[in-house]
C-alpha cells in the first residue's frame, strides 16, 4: 500500500504508513522520499500529488471563469480560502445552496482571521470596501438591487444545481447574469462533486469556464446488496458482478443493520413519515439502552424545550436519531450537532436534507429507498461517509475507512412492491455522470435531450417561454408603471403563483390606485388580510393551492394566530398547535386535515384542490395524542416554509411598491421591529434565543 500510495501520488495514504510506524524503513531512499511528502503539505493537509497539481493551476490561473471538480471532502472550502488569501478582491460573495451551510461556511471564514467585515444579510452591509458575503441565492440578489453594489469574485457551493430548472436555480442563474451586467470583469469560480462539462454551466454564448478537475477518488466503495430473498450479495463494479455471500438467511431488515457493526451508521430514507415508523420499528428491535449522562441531559434539553411526547426522545437512549425537511430547522441543526458530538449516538435517520447540513462522522451508510434516487444524488449520498478528515487522523489509524461500506436493503415498506435495488447498483460502475440540463436559461439546454413525451413536452415548451420571457423583462429597460410594477412582481417571483402575468399586474395596479386614493380600508388592516385584499380576493388565476386557501377568512384566521404563536418559544408554539388539532379532531367539517404529501394517508375531493387523487390529507379523529404532537411539529415546519418562502414574497414586493411600511415588513419577516434585535438576527441568532438573552437580563452584555 505504501509502494503503490508514493507511485500513484496518493501521499496522504503514504503519509498515515509512516505516522502510525506501520512499516520499517531502514534505508535513505525511503528517508528522503518520506521528506518529500513535506512539499505536498498544506496547513495540517497532505494533499495526493493530483489534487496539490490542480489547486496549484487555479491558484495561478489567470481565467475569470473557473470550475473545480472534485469528489466531496476534496478541499473545496480550501480553495475558497487560499484565493481569498492570495488576492486583493474587495467584494466577495460565496454563495451555498441552504442557510444550513450559511453557518457552516461562515465558522469556517471566521476562524481564519481575515480582515474583511462577515456578512450574512444584505442589510449588514454598510458600503463596506471590502467585506466576504455569506448568502443563498436570495439573499445575494437582495444586495444587488442596491445601486452601485455588485461581487468582485463569486463562489458558488454546489454548482451542479445551476443544472435544474427550479425557481431557486433560476435565482442563481440570475444572480450570475445580474452581476455581471454590474461587473463585466467579475471572476466566478464554480465548486461542485457532479459537474461532467462545465460549458453546460454557461449563460452567455461568449462564455468560457476552464474546467479543473480530479479524476481520482482516495476512496473506493464496497456495495452490498440484501435482497427481499434474504439474501446478501456483494457488487464488484470493475466486473460488473453480484457475489452471494452466503452468510445470512431470511433476518429482517433490522436485524442486517444491527448485525453491522459500525460506529456512527446513515440509514437513507426519502419520505419524512417512513423515516419516523422507522425508527419506531427499529428502536423496538434493540434491548439495550444506553445509560450515560450525555444522553440523559440531551433528553431533558428535548423535553424541555420541544415536548415531553417527541417521537426522538424514545429514540435516543436506544442510538437513534432522525432529522428531515419537515422538521423546525433549529431541532434539526441541533440533533445534527449532537449526532457530531456524542459518540454513543450511532444511527442517524435521514432523507437528502442531510446533503445541506454540517458534515457528519459516518462511517457506513444503509439505502433503503432508491425510488427517484438519481446517480449524482446516489454518488453524493455515498461521498458523505468517511470523509478524508475522518480517515486521515494523526492520532489513530483509520487507512480502512477508504473502503466506505455501503449497504443496499430491500423491502416493500420503504421502498416499493417487489423491491430490487441491483440495476440501481449497476449504475455505480461508471463514474460517468452526464450533465442533466434541465434550465432553460443555459446556453447548452436542448428540450429534445430531456427524453420527454409529446405532450409533456408540450407543457415543457410553455413553461420555458414563460421563464425566459421573466428573465428578458429583468434585464429591460422599463418605462411605464405597469413596466415597472411588473418587474418587481417578477424579481419578488410572484408570477410562479398565476396564470397569465399580464392580466394580473393590470389586476394588482388596479387595486393599489384604490388603495392609494383610500377607496378601500387599508390602513387598519392586518398584513395577512392586506395580502388577501391586494393578491387574493378576486382573482381567479391563481394556480397554487396554497395561496388559493387564503380566500377563506377560516385560513386568514389561522394565519393570523399562526404569526402571533411563532413569536413564542417553540415548545408553546407545539402546544398551541395541538390545541388547534384538538378542537378540531371531531369536527366532521374541519378534522380531514390538509397536510400535503409527505404525510398525507388520505384523499379528499375539494374545489381548489385539482389533484384530488393524490393522498395529501390525514384523518384527526384516528390520531392519539402524541401523534397530534408530532404532527403539531411538523405542521409549524411546514407553515414555517410557507411563510418564509411564499407569503414573504408578497411582503417582499409591498415594499418595494411601498404600500407598506418596513415595520410592518420586519414585524412579518422576522418577528421583531426592535432595532437591536434585528441586528443580533442579522447576526445569526434566532429570535427565541435573542427572547432567552432578554428574559435573562443578558442582551445589555
Known sequence: LYDFSINFGYYPIANVIIQQNLIEFNNISSYLTNRQLCNYQKGNIINTFEQFKVEEEILNS???????????SYGKSSIITQIIARSNYKKIGIIVPTKSLINQTYRTIKNLNFNYKIIMYDDMYNNEEQFIGIFT???????????DTYFDILFIDEAHNILEDDYRNILLTRLLKKNRVKNINQKVIYLSPLIENSKNLSIEKDQIISQYKIENNLKEPEIYEYR????????????????????????????????????????????????????????????????????????????KYVHKDFYLIDLIEKGIVYIHGKMPDIIKEYIEYK???????????????????????????????????????????????????????RERNNLYKLVPQIYFVNSEKYNRNNSNMTNKIIQLRSN?????IQNPILTEYDINKLGLKNSDKEKRKKKDIKILQNEKVLFSPMDSEFEKVKYKFIESGLYEFYDNIDDTVQKIIENINLIKLAKVDWKNKDIIEKIQQLFISDFENIKDYEIKRLKEEETIKYYKLFLIENKKPLKEHISSQFKYFKSIQFNTQKNKFYIGSSYGEITKQTEDYQESHQKVYIDLA??????????????????????????????????????????????????TNDIKKLMLLKKGLSLNVINKLESDQQLQN
Not at 489567470?62 to 466531496?72: K, Q, R
Not at 437582495?142 to 445601486?147: A, G, V, Y
Not at 434516487?373 to 478528515?389: A, D, T
Open 339 to 393: 449526532y457530531k458530538n456524542i459518540s454513543s449516538i450511532r444511527y442517524i435517520v435521514a432523507n437528502h436534507v442531510i446533503l445541506e447540513g454540517i458534515n457528519l462522522p459516518l462511517d457506513s451508510l444503509f439505502i433503503l429507498s432508491t425510488n427517484g434516487l438519481e446517480k449524482k444524488s446516489l454518488i453524493n449520498l455515498i461521498g458523505r461517509v468517511n470523509r478524508l478528515n475522518d480517515i486521515f487522523d
Open 622 to 671: 384516528n390520531k392519539d395524542d402524541k401523534t397530534l404532537v408530532n404532527l403539531s411539529i411538523v405542521k409549524i415546519k411546514m407553515e414555517n416554509d410557507f411563510l418564509n418562502y411564499k407569503l414573504s414574497k408578497f411582503l417582499d414586493f409591498m415594499l418595494k411598491i411601498e404600500i407598506i411600511t418596513e415595520e410592518e415588513y420586519n414585524n412579518f419577516i422576522y418577528g
Open 62 to 72: 489567470e481565467d475569470n471563469e473557473i470550475s473545480f471538480i472534485a469528489p466531496t
Open 137 to 147: 441565492q436570495e439573499r445575494a440578489l437582495k444586495l444587488l438591487e442596491r445601486p
Open 228 to 303: 427481499l430473498s434474504g439474501e446478501e450479495y456483494k457488487y464488484n463494479r470493475y466486473l460488473n458482478q453480484f457475489y452471494n455471500m452466503n452468510n445470512i438467511r431470511n433476518q429482517s431488515i433490522f436485524d442486517y443493520i444491527l448485525s453491522k457493526n459500525h460506529t456512527k451508521s446513515f440509514i437513507f430514507i426519502k419520505r419524512p413519515k417512513l423515516i419516523e415508523d422507522f425508527c419506531k420499528e427499529f428502536s423496538s428491535k434493540i434491548e439495550h439502552r444506553i445509560d450515560n449522562e450525555e444522553i440523559y441531559n440531551l433528553i431533558d434539553t428535548l423535553k
Open 432 to 436: 460517468y455522470v452526464e450533465d442533466k
